[in-house]
């Protein structure tokens, strides 16, 4: 069993910035891939960033240029770095860890961007 839990969500004006952790409840060395999800009321959850263990990263085009995920296995983080943020960027955001065949979720942090 994984437990991922996030933190650094909040409320920041458009333009602003935040920068969200995840932190795993025991090491990420052995981790596939390790990704950052967000849901925003009435859509899907869907894709912002994602990490392997050979730093490979992808980003939603939408994001691409103003997120940077980054994971830092000494500290069992993996975190989500986000700049230029928009309105369109509110959504609860989740951490997700995929082991082995098992996809592990975080329980979820808010993020409320205002115009």
């Known amino acids: 069993q994984v437990q991922l839990v996030e933190s650094g969500g909040g409320l920041v004006q458009a333009g602003g910035s935040l920068r969200l952790s995840c932190a795993a409840s025991?090491?990420?060395?052995?981790?596939?891939?390790m990704a950052w999800y967000r849901q925003a009321p009435g859509n899907q959850r869907e894709l912002v960033a994602s990490i392997t263990p050979g730093g490979s990263l992808n980003y939603a085009n939408i994001v691409k240029g103003r997120f940077t995920i980054s994971r830092d296995n000494a500290k069992y983080t993996v975190s989500l770095q986000m700049n230029s943020l928009k309105p369109e960027d509110t959504a609860v955001y989740y951490c997700?860890?995929?082991?082995?065949?098992?996809?592990?979720w975080g329980q979820g942090t808010q993020v409320t961007v205002s115009s």
């Open positions: 997700s860890a995929l082991v082995a065949l098992t996809r592990y």
């Open positions: 025991r090491s990420i060395f052995s981790f596939n891939v």
